[in-house]
């Protein structure tokens, strides 16, 4: 059914201009067969007596056909069309025109694609139990952020559905926190089907489905409906932005989406538009009469030979001042009365980075704070891109790379819109300044610009993400007044700012270089380890490099002996408290500092640095005798003000000043299990990530060869931070992941129990943490991640020599493969079939232990 737009797109459009040659088609006549379609070429040909009409009939059939290689690809450029290859470029145009299809590119070629949504920009309520809900909020009966408090069963169901429509609709941010200013607006408006009627009449889905209906006015009200299905199955997808939407929800959704249309009186009785919404060919008109592109590409052009004449008075200011800002207020989604567009070449001097701004004004108007729209210019005139940036004057670091951040998880995963750190602007200062405040950017080449029309989407959909960040994060506003006259003064910026693919690709690189080979996969496994707690054991034979790899590692982010931010400390066998770590007060009442005392002063000192101690050989002495207290302090880590804070390690009367642990503060310890060592009690276990290094490649003989040196990156702090504390901060963001990895552990700890080793809440938490930054970072698959996850969390702990611990291995061994453990699984276990391959494989070894020695457990001794 969906079809049918498709094909009454012909009977509402007359001129469809192709995307590239800007080349009129004109849609003269729709019959029962196709569309007939008049050309100046056609008609020139027509004249000469060489054609017996002045258009040509292009059947629906064909453009059908058209329609399926499109949908299958989503994303495609002329080339990809083979069933209508000749007229690919008038096929192209014409989807353009439809409400949720937009213009893009692909390696500077001209595309099209389908506009995608989520299932949480359509209503998951009835209208009526959403306005009710409203209310309730207004008349204090529910708080939105403490609703699992309040209701339980179906009724906490209902709400709970309500509140998310309340987030729809920009009453509830992503926090469940509520917008006061709009409450109050809903609260004293008298009209409130009407006051809802304006939110989500231009809003992403909704709009679409009015323009779409308003296509299919002619058909019955059973036709409009399944064709909104078929459009939601096609182009939105689940919460997580994974799957399209099934049939179920789409039917839901839709038939919600349509009430709400209804009850707030945009379409009728009959489910058509209540005003003419088709308004494609009104805007497309006038985004191909803008011209964008044009000037921007004169500034390409003309600013370097400009600068080589004088400043004062030279007409490329008021150009780039007047003219370019003059034309993006007159494209058709800017609002002089939201944005002030401004522009700039410099004060006084040309400036090294020209800059068009486009700023909301509840947000900013000036370019030294806030964030807002820019194209930046290269200083080499070779690019421009299309940013979300942030003002740098009066922004802190910390705060820059947070809205950084958020900014970058609020862009949808299927946006074209970049959210990496390759922008390159220049070398100068100021060129490194606006690279690092850019959030998000479309990068546009001066010898490749796309056409016009992709210049304008794109800045649209720029608008789009602006907009919808503002609504999700209510920012500061800033006075006028206090703008005026202010000298732009931009903070200098030490610390590489990377994601961390790019981060963990730099230590693999640093370490590779110093002659020592380990598989990417540790880095990431160490980099997630260290994220998800800052505490990290690494285990294995002697030998293995397991001190280098933490050397290595630090160093790689510029952390180093010699600048205090990596400190070694050898573990001693008498130690039998923390006095050795931390330090004592002697005779005469002295306090005598402790190494890992120092390190904490440090690390206090710049909190915008990592600083990591190595304990090595930690097990030659008991670790719970000598390291208690800082495991007891690590486990009351909690948020204060925004910040990481932990209990008392040393008191002020101790230390002469109260000593905390520091959030930016790594522990890492390497063990050797061995008859000179002591085991882990299992409250160390549980406080730490325990990573396996006995991989030995005598053959890799790489450090022999000439390899290229990599310098060390100054990383700050904020790369390496937890986010998550407590299991609540990530079920506000990622709910399905904590579902996922819960169920898996259910599974598992149904055969613990056999030896009272189930686990607990704690490392059900940090094993979330885990998955997500892995999510986050696009590190590993779910299985893999978690598959280290139950290696190093699970399975340390398990020991014993009874036919209990046999059966729990098998078990595990089941869960882990989906195969019975066999006595010769060893020479015939199938890495690539197995769930938890790495896990299973320690499994199997495990066993063989246990039926050689007849005790067992995790470590090689």
Known sequence: MIEKIVNELGNRVKFIKTLNSQKINQITAVDSIGVHVETESSREKYKRGERPSSSEEISHNFIFQGWEEFISKRIVTAKDFIKVRGRSSFIMSYFAELPFVEVSSIENKTAIKLKEYKTDDL?????????????????????????????????????????????????????????????????????????????????????????????????????????????????????????????????????????????????????????????????????????????????????????????????????????????????????????????????????????????????????????????????????VYLTLAQGVTETSKEEMLRIKSQIRESISSSSKVKIDDHIRLGESKKARDYALSTAAYIHYAADHMPVETVIVNDLQEMIHIYENYISMNEGVGYDNEQLQGEKQVVKENPNTYLPSKDIINHIYSYIKSKGFYYPKEEVINLFLSLRTKPFVILSGISGTGKTKMVQWFAES???????????????????????????????????????????????????????????????????????????????????????????????????????????????IGTVNMDETTHPFSKKVLDRANTIEFNRVELDNLSFLHDLDDVDPLVIGQSQLASRYLHLKDLYKVDTEIIEKATSELVRINKSLQLINAHIGYRVRDEICFYLAYNKDGDLMTFEEAFDHCILQKILPRLSGSDSRIDQLLRELYLLFTNTEFQEDEESQFDEQSAIYPKSARKVIEMLRRLQADGFTSFWIS
């Open 123 to 383: 209503p998951s309520e009835q209208y009526h139990k959403v306005k009710t809900f409203l209310d309730e909020v207004v008349d204090g009966k529910y708080d939105p952020k403490t609703l699992s408090n309040q209701v339980d069963g179906n009724l906490y169901r209902i709400k709970t559905r309500g509140r998310q429509d309340a987030r729809l609709l920009g009453f509830v941010n992503e926090f469940n926190e509520i917008n006061k200013s709009q409450f109050e607006d809903y609260k004293d408006v008298e009209d409130k089907d009407d006051f809802i009627k304006r939110i989500i009449i231009n809003q992403g889905y909704f709009r679409v489905a009015l323009i779409c209906l308003d296509l299919l006015r002619n058909l019955p009200q059973r036709d409009k409906k399944i064709a909104l299905e078929e459009l939601g199955m096609l182009i939105v997808r689940n919460s997580r932005g994974e799957n399209l939407m099934v049939e179920s929800v789409a039917k839901e959704r839709t038939h919600n989406l349509l009430m709400w249309l209804q009850s707030t009186n945009l379409i009728d009785n009959n489910w058509n538009p209540t005003e003419n919404y088709f308004d494609t060919l009104q805007n497309k008109e006038q985004v191909m009469s803008s011209h964008l592109r044009e000037k921007l590409i004169k500034i390409m052009n003309q600013y370097l030979p400009s600068k080589r004449e004088p400043f004062g008075g030279h007409q490329l200011g008021p150009f780039v001042r007047n003219e370019v800002t003059a034309e993006i207020n007159n494209l058709p989604f800017i609002d002089p009365s939201e944005y002030m567009v401004t522009g700039s070449v410099g004060q006084g001097n040309w400036a090294s980075v020209p800059w068009i701004a486009i700023m909301n004004r509840k947000i900013t108007v000036s370019t030294q704070r806030g964030y807002y729209i820019v194209y930046l210019f290269s200083e080499d005139m070779q690019n």
């Open 557 to 667: 982010l510029g952390a180093t002996e010699k600048n205090g931010q990596f400190t070694l400390i050898p573990v001693r066998p008498d130690w039998s408290d923390g006095s050795d770590l931390l330090g004592y007060v002697d005779i005469k009442g002295d306090f005598k500092e402790g190494p890992l005392t120092r390190a904490i002063r440090a690390a206090e000192e710049h909190p915008e640095l990592p600083y990591f101690v190595l304990l090595d050989e930690m097990n030659l002495a008991r670790v719970e005798y000598y390291f208690s207290d800082i495991l007891s302090v690590m486990e009351s880590r909690r948020w204060e003000d925004g910040k990481v804070v932990s209990s008392t390690l040393l008191s002020e009367e101790v230390a002469k000043a109260e000593v905390t642990l520091p959030n930016n503060l790594y522990v």
